[in-house]
């Protein structure tokens, strides 16, 4: 079964600065990734995705993630953060066969202060 | 008017207590999902179901069972609530995409449910 690992909970930031949410996952077989954005009070919607192709995947809101399959990791970058990008992020995987049954990691929240 | 619309939006209920979360979607979608969120945890799924006739368990299903109504309506019920099933409860959706496991999720707003 896969399995995915957010390295940091919370992660605080200073508007205008870069951020970097690290996310690494553990499959034997090909695998989808995606990130997900849960703000305050609201459901998850989706930032971005990898099924294929390029490694480098642009999503919503100016954020981007990185596919590294030798070493298993889907980061998460913004290289300048706002006070609205303030929310819980969420790492998630699925095997290619497995009809979008997400297994989700356990979350990093991102405070950006002024 | 939410595409994937949850009720009640919070609940508060006592040990042993029958509690039924709700779940609409206007998304014409014909896979449905129930998922718990727990701080540091994420989400784990409940149940799933990718058609009217098709119910499937997650991987903590104990103390829950689900009911796809109609192609629209995915229910969960918890028959004998426990303190430890308090959490943030999501119903999402999705369309099986270009090959299955390529759409994304549609959520709800979440149920929050307390059990005292």
């Known amino acids: 079964a896969q399995s995915v690992t957010q390295l940091d909970s919370q992660v605080p930031v200073f508007e205008e600065a870069p951020v970097e949410l690290r996310c690494n996952y553990s499959s034997s077989v090909s695998v989808y990734l995606f990130w997900y954005v849960q703000y305050p009070n609201q459901g998850l919607q989706l930032l971005l995705k990898?099924?294929?192709?390029?490694?480098l995947v642009k999503g919503i809101n100016g954020f981007e993630a990185e596919f590294n399959k030798s070493q298993t990791s889907f980061h998460l970058r913004k290289p300048s953060v706002h006070i609205s990008d303030t929310a819980e992020y969420f790492c998630a995987v699925t095997l290619k066969a497995a009809g979008n049954k997400l297994t989700f990691g356990g979350g990093t929240r991102v405070l950006v202060k002024p | 008017d939410a595409d994937v619309t949850q009720t009640p939006r919070n609940r508060i209920t006592k040990t042993g207590k029958r509690i039924m979360l709700e779940c609409s979607q206007t998304?014409?979608?014909?896979?449905m999902y129930w998922y718990r969120q727990d701080p540091g945890l994420g989400l784990r799924l409940i149940y799933y179901?990718?058609?009217?006739?098709?119910?499937n368990k997650g991987e903590i299903s104990d103390g829950y069972s689900v009911s796809r109504q109609a192609q629209a309506k995915f229910s969960l019920s918890l028959e004998s609530a426990i303190p430890n099933q308090t959490a943030l409860y999501f119903c999402?959706?999705?369309?099986?995409?270009?090959?299955?496991?390529?759409?994304?999720?549609?959520f709800g707003e979440g149920s929050r449910l307390t059990v005292l």
């Open positions: 990898y099924l294929s192709g390029s490694t």
């Open positions: 179901s990718f058609d009217v006739k098709d119910i």
């Open positions: 998304k014409g979608h014909d896979r």
């Open positions: 999402a959706t999705s369309d099986p995409g270009v090959g299955a496991g390529t759409g994304e999720l549609f």
